[in-house]
C-alpha cells in the first residue's frame, strides 16, 4: 500500500515540539527526580546542566533527540531551570554549539537504557507487537502509526526517521490482509470458489454484477418488495457459503471485509489477495536506516 496516510498535524508533531505541554505532561516528563539531580549535578556549570536536563526531558516526552537541541518552547526550559535553581536561560541558545550535546545523548542512552529500533531485539519486538495488534484491531493505518509512536515511547527505543515507521506499518498491514485472504481461501472448497466468482460478473455486458444485484436491498415497504426480498435470500442461501468457519479470522476483520462487501466495486485483487497465493508469516523485522526524517 502507498506511504501517504500520514495526515500533515502527524508528520509535523513526529518528533517535535508543537507546543507548550500540559501541566500532567510537564509533570509527567519534565520533573526531575532524585536520581535526574544526581546525574545532572555531576556537569560543570549551568549550561552543561542544563543542557543535560533539557536532553533527558526531550527524549523521555518526545522519544527522540531534536536535531536542533534548543528546539524547545522557553516555557518548558523555565519550567525545567526552576528546579535546577537556573535563574539565567539565555545562555541556553549556546548548548547548540560544540560536541557537548552529543556527549550528553550519548551518557543518556546509556545511564537510561534507551535502544535504536535498528537493534535486532528491538526491532523484532516491535515488528510482532505491530503485526498482532493489526490482526486483532483492523485499525486505520494513520492510528497504528500513533500506536507504534507510543509503544516505541513505553519501551525506551528512540523513534526513528518517519519514512522508517510508516513503511513498516504499511508493510505489517499489507502481510496481515495477505493472511485475512489465505485464511478466507483455505475454507472454501473449489466449486465454493468458482461460485463466488460468478458472482463478479455480469449477467450482460454493461450490466451490474450478480454481487452488485444481490446486495441491493428493497427500496421500500410493500408486499413486492417483501417477496423480492425473500426471493434474494433464497438464492443467497443457495450459494453454500452460509455455513463456512470463519473462528479463525478477528471479528474486527470480519466487519472491515463485510463493510467492503457492500460497497466496494470489481476490480482486480492485489497480488496479497489472489487465492492461490501463500500466506508468509512477519519478517524477522523492520529494515532500518537511521534517523532520516522525511
Known amino acids: 500500500m502507498p506511504v501517504d496516510f500520514l495526515t500533515a498535524e502527524q508528520e509535523a508533531r513526529y518528533g517535535?515540539?508543537?507546543?507548550?505541554?500540559?501541566?500532567?505532561?510537564l509533570a509527567q516528563y519534565f520533573y526531575l527526580d532524585a536520581h535526574d539531580q544526581?546525574?545532572?549535578?555531576?556537569?560543570?556549570?549551568?549550561?552543561?546542566?542544563?543542557?543535560?536536563?533539557?536532553?533527558?526531558?526531550?527524549?523521555?516526552?518526545?522519544?527522540?533527540?531534536?536535531?536542533?537541541?534548543?528546539?524547545?518552547?522557553?516555557?518548558?526550559?523555565?519550567y525545567v531551570a526552576a528546579q535546577l535553581l537556573i535563574t539565567n536561560t539565555n545562555q541556553f541558545v549556546l548548548y547548540r554549539e560544540g560536541h557537548l550535546r552529543?556527549?550528553?545523548?550519548?551518557?543518556?542512552?546509556?545511564?537510561?537504557?534507551?535502544?535504536?529500533?535498528?537493534?535486532?531485539?528491538?526491532?523484532?519486538?516491535?515488528?510482532?507487537w505491530l503485526y498482532a495488534r493489526a490482526w486483532l484491531s483492523a485499525e486505520r493505518p494513520g492510528a497504528l502509526f500513533e500506536a507504534a509512536v507510543t509503544w516505541l515511547k513505553t519501551h525506551q527505543v528512540l523513534l526513528p526517521g518517519i519514512t522508517i515507521l510508516d513503511r513498516l506499518?504499511?508493510?505489517?498491514?499489507?502481510?496481515?490482509?495477505?493472511?485475512?485472504?489465505?485464511?478466507l481461501a483455505r475454507t472454501l472448497s473449489p466449486a465454493q470458489e468458482a461460485t463466488l466468482?460468478?458472482?463478479?460478473?455480469?449477467?450482460?455486458?454493461?450490466?451490474?454484477?450478480?454481487?452488485?444485484?444481490?446486495?441491493?436491498a428493497p427500496t421500500r415497504?410493500?408486499?413486492?418488495?417483501?417477496?423480492?426480498?425473500?426471493?434474494?435470500?433464497?438464492?443467497?442461501?443457495?450459494?453454500?457459503v452460509g455455513d463456512l468457519d470463519l473462528s479463525g479470522i478477528p471479528p474486527s476483520r470480519l466487519k472491515v471485509l463485510a463493510a467492503f462487501a457492500l460497497t466496494g466495486k470489481r476490480?482486480?485483487?492485489?497480488?496479497?489477495?489472489?487465492?492461490?497465493?501463500?500466506?508468509?508469516?512477519?519478517?524477522?523485522g523492520p529494515h532500518t536506516g537511521g534517523h532520516r526524517a522525511r
Open 16 to 25: 517535535r515540539y508543537t507546543g507548550v505541554p500540559s501541566e500532567a505532561e
Open 38 to 78: 544526581t546525574l545532572i549535578g555531576q556537569r560543570r556549570g549551568d549550561l552543561s546542566r542544563l543542557g543535560f536536563a533539557m536532553h533527558l526531558c526531550t527524549v523521555r516526552f518526545l522519544g527522540t533527540f531534536l536535531p536542533d537541541p534548543i528546539g524547545v518552547p522557553p516555557e518548558v526550559v523555565a
Open 102 to 128: 552529543y556527549d550528553h545523548a550519548a551518557e543518556i542512552r546509556y545511564r537510561y537504557s534507551y535502544h535504536e529500533v535498528t537493534d535486532r531485539a528491538e526491532g523484532l519486538a516491535l515488528a510482532r
Open 169 to 183: 506499518v504499511a508493510r505489517i498491514r499489507d502481510r496481515v490482509a495477505e493472511r485475512v485472504w489465505q485464511q
Open 197 to 216: 466468482e460468478i458472482l463478479l460478473l455480469p449477467a450482460e455486458e454493461g450490466q451490474p454484477t450478480q454481487l452488485e444485484r444481490l446486495r441491493r
Open 221 to 240: 415497504a410493500s408486499a413486492p418488495a417483501l417477496l423480492q426480498a425473500l426471493a434474494r435470500l433464497e438464492e443467497i442461501r443457495a450459494l453454500g
Open 267 to 284: 476490480a482486480d485483487p492485489p497480488p496479497h489477495a489472489r487465492l492461490t497465493a501463500r500466506c508468509h508469516p512477519p519478517g524477522v
